[in-house]
């Protein structure tokens, strides 16, 4: 398991960004098996707004697909 990342002053609220494990896409000649990211917000009202939205099935897939990614809330 992933060390909690440290937040940036002013905004203690985060979403985590992961690859679930065994996805397809972390092989290593794509985004490769330590792939992750995080976002920061100064409200926890931000940072769930932005969570509904990042939940959302993206216009830009074919229907019925959906992103493979886990999404976790970081509170202070």
Same mark, same amino acid.
């Given at each position: +398991?992933?060390?909690?990342? $440290? &937040? ?10 992961? %690859?679930?494990?065994?996805?397809? +896409?972390? @092989?290593?000649?794509? %985004?490769?098996?330590? /792939?992750?990211? $995080?976002? /920061?917000? #100064? $409200? &926890? ?5 932005? %969570?509904? #939205? +990042?939940?959302?099935?993206? @216009? ?17």
């Amino acid at each position: +398991m992933k060390s909690k990342p $440290t &937040a940036p002053k002013g905004k203690p609220y985060g979403i985590s960004v992961e %690859l679930p494990q065994g996805d397809p +896409m972390s @092989a290593p000649h794509l %985004l490769g098996d330590e /792939w992750s990211g $995080t976002r /920061w917000f #100064s $409200t &926890a009202e931000e940072r769930d707004g932005i %969570l509904e #939205s +990042m939940k959302r099935q993206p @216009a830009y897939y074919r229907k019925g697909d959906s992103p493979s990614i886990r999404l976790d809330v970081i509170n202070p």
